[in-house]
């Protein structure tokens, strides 16, 4: 299993321009989240799935979209990015909101906005 | 108030101490309580579930206090490798699932 997969891993944008950071799991997860991290901050949650066509918003939503079409796949949209959407995103997925399941993590996309 | 707040260190100790974080939670609905371990420029990576129980896992040891609202992270016989960002992850559910997480304590284990 490759586990949770984002891409790209870095990109720089222009203000203004547009993007979608991909994320994919193979491990048939119900659950999938999408987190961003600023430097010196723990991640706060952006959107959340809990199955394919349900999609639900985080704390920190303003600026993005998410679609879930398929169980795999979890693309974060950004429309119209500003500088302060540099982070780093991190993708994750976990089989239920079960208390004793793991969330597993993807390696992270860092996003810079000039 | 920051929903879930950790002591950000760093926390600097020599190989084989005994090391403990304790990280508060303002919430009292939270229901789910972690601890994962973030290398620099990595994703995180679960480390423990917390249980109302506490639990052990080799060296390290998680215990959840309700009444005072916080969890703690005791790591023995600290090990180089041990050197890392420990996050305190809370979670909830209602109509919506709620994850927060702390901000994170640098911990830094010397030769």
């Known amino acids: 299993n490759a586990g949770v997969t984002q891409t790209p891993k870095f990109r720089i944008l222009k203000i203004g321009q547009s993007m979608t950071l991909q994320c994919a799991q193979d491990?048939?997860?119900?659950?999938m989240y999408w987190y961003r991290q600023d430097p010196g901050m723990g991640l706060k949650l952006i959107y959340y799935?809990?199955?394919?066509?349900?999609?639900d918003k985080g704390e920190v939503p303003n600026g993005y979209n998410v679609s879930r079409s398929t169980t795999e796949d979890f693309p974060l949209r950004l429309e119209l990015a500003a500088p302060s959407q540099t982070s780093v995103y991190f993708c994750a997925s976990r089989l239920s909101g079960g208390s004793t399941d793991t969330q597993y993590f993807g390696p992270g996309t860092r996003l810079t906005v000039l | 108030r920051k929903e879930v707040e950790q002591d950000p260190g760093p926390f600097n100790v020599p190989e084989g101490a005994t090391v403990a974080f304790n990280c508060t939670y303002s919430n009292s609905a939270s229901q789910s309580f972690f601890w994962y371990r973030q290398d620099c420029r990595k994703e995180p990576k679960l480390l423990m579930s917390?249980?109302?129980s506490g639990n052990e896992d080799g060296r390290f040891t998680a215990q959840l206090n309700r009444a005072s609202q916080y969890i703690s992270l005791l790591i023995r016989d600290s090990k180089l490798s041990d050197s890392a960002t420990y996050l305190c992850v809370v979670e909830r559910y209602s109509s919506a699932s709620k994850i927060i997480f702390g901000s994170g304590t640098r911990l830094s284990i010397r030769p």
């Open positions: 799935s809990v199955g394919a066509g349900i999609t």
């Open positions: 917390v249980y109302s």
């Open positions: 491990m048939n997860h119900n659950y």
